[in-house]
């Protein structure tokens, strides 16, 4: 029996993973058309992009992610508490997205003369962003059952925000 015909005839609603992996697969792509506008904005007004060449990475990590959750996620069994830490990590999320504002994006976009942000998460920590997305790529899977794939991708996201994050600190120390 292929996992398909599993799923299908598991018992386990599909409706609420489908509802799940829906709402964050449109988080995403809305996130990606704010970014894309914000770096246009930042960019109009003489903003520099830093160390693009991992960016790629980036995006296939996240998109291998969202992929194998919509293949193995439905006909799983929801852990509803996990699913409760899920939602807090949106809510810092947000938090992130709102501190930010226009200045937020998913590449790595320094606007000279600009001041860091140091208000909201940013008065915490360095990257609250990064902590978000480290928690959403160990927790979402788990609210599935699926341990491995948290595992798996919390490895991969790690090896790209090692990058990641020695870029970005690079790119904020050249302009300070």
């Given at each position: 029996m292929s996992a398909w015909q599993e799923m299908w005839s598991s018992g386990v609603p599909l409706w609420?993973?489908?509802?799940?992996?829906?709402?964050?697969?449109?988080?995403r792509l809305a996130e990606l058309v704010l970014a894309r506008q914000n770096?246009?904005?930042?960019?109009?007004?003489?903003?520099?992009?830093?160390?693009?060449?991992h960016y790629p990475l980036i995006v296939a990590v996240h998109t291998a992610w969202l992929a194998v959750l919509w293949w193995l996620g439905p006909?799983?069994?929801?852990?509803?508490?996990?699913?409760?830490?899920?939602?807090?990590?949106?809510?810092?999320?947000?938090?992130v997205l709102r501190t930010l504002g226009p200045r937020w994006t998913t590449?790595?976009?320094?606007?000279?003369?600009?001041?860091?942000?140091?208000?909201g998460p940013f008065r915490f920590v360095s990257h609250p962003n990064y902590l978000?997305?480290?928690?959403?790529?160990?927790?979402?899977?788990?609210?599935?059952?699926?341990?491995l794939v948290a595992i798996?991708?919390?490895?991969?996201?790690?090896?790209?925000?090692?990058i990641r994050i020695r870029a970005e600190n690079r790119a904020l120390s050249q302009v300070a």
């Open positions: 609420p993973a489908i509802a799940i992996l829906a709402f964050v697969t449109l988080q770096t246009a904005q930042l960019l109009a007004h003489g903003a520099r992009e830093y160390s693009p060449g006909g799983r069994t929801i852990h509803w508490p996990l699913l409760a830490l899920f939602v807090m990590l949106q809510l810092g999320r947000v938090w590449r790595i976009i320094v606007l000279p003369g600009a001041p860091l942000v140091t208000g978000v997305v480290i928690g959403e790529i160990a927790v979402l899977p788990l609210v599935f059952g699926l341990p798996i991708f919390t490895a991969l996201n790690g090896l790209v925000l090692a």
